[in-house]
Antibody
Framework: QVQLQESGPGLVKPSETLSLTCTVSGGSISSYYWSWIRQPAGKGLEWIGRMSTSGSTYYNPSLKSRVTMSIDMSKNQFSLKLSSVIAADTAIYYC?????????????WGQGTLVTVSS | QSALTQPRSVSGSPGQSVTISCTGTSSDVGGYNYVSWYQQHPGKAPKVMIYDVSKRPSGVPDRFSGSKSGNTASLTISGLQAEDEADYYCCSFAGSLWVFGGGTELTVL
């Protein structure tokens, strides 16, 4: 079965760029859509963005100016970059498969990785 | 785009039924039959329990059911069990983005 694993620095300084990678195992990254979702401690989920393996992207309008997603098909990985981070960007970041009209849900999810924004 | 509105908490005794509501607008919940529900236990990643308003993924007990009326979706859990105690989040497609609810903490008394 498909499994996802996030990786990246756990601490990022304010104003710098947060960079995370999600490695997909147990299946191909091709022909699916892939998303990033975050969750501040003790709070709800926030969808960050979604991209397809063809390169099309949807970003949350509230984060759009700071978000870039990319895919590396050769490594079965996709990535998130969030620029100019502030303390409010501190959260657990999840990668997930989905969503698309024919499968409009997120599944599976990675275990999540905590990113703290602090100097 | 605002988050969908869910009650902060609900509770029920084992064997009882509980319903969690998720209220949005005609731009999200009311506009599409693309509401999904996620269960999240402490320290764990969310798990999809319902998709497309009322469909259950393979492996999810039929005690979990979903419905929608207008701009409000609902998740009903019947025959409550101790392991159902968790946070539940609704999610809706909203045209070119996805919006989550604020989450509901379910306590099994």
């Amino acid at each position: 079965q498909v499994q996802l694993q996030e990786s990246g620095p756990g601490l990022v300084k304010p104003s710098e760029t947060l960079s995370l990678t999600c490695t997909v195992s147990g299946g191909s990254i091709s022909s699916y859509y892939w998303s990033w979702i975050r969750q501040p401690a003790g709070k709800g989920l926030e969808w960050i963005g979604r991209m397809s393996t063809s390169g099309s992207t949807y970003y949350n309008p509230s984060l759009k100016s700071r978000v870039t997603m990319s895919i590396d098909m050769s490594k079965n990985q996709f990535s998130l970059k969030l620029s100019s981070v502030i303390a409010a960007d501190t959260a657990i970041y999840y990668c997930a498969r989905g969503a698309v009209a024919s499968a409009n849900w997120f599944d599976p999810w990675g275990q999540g990785t905590l990113v703290t924004v602090s100097s | 785009q605002s988050a969908l509105t869910q009650p902060r908490s609900v509770s029920g005794s084992p064997g009882q039924s509980v319903t969690i509501s998720c209220t949005g607008t005609s731009s999200d919940v009311g506009g599409y039959n693309y509401v999904s529900w996620y269960q999240q236990h402490p320290g764990k990643a969310p798990k999809v329990m319902i998709y497309d308003v009322s469909k259950r993924p393979s492996g999810v007990p039929d005690r979990f059911s979903g419905s929608k009326s207008g701009n409000t979706a609902s998740l009903t859990i019947s025959g409550l069990q101790a392991e159902d105690e968790a946070d539940y989040y609704c999610c809706s497609f909203a045209g070119s983005l996805w919006v989550f609810g604020g989450g509901t903490e379910l306590t099994v008394l």
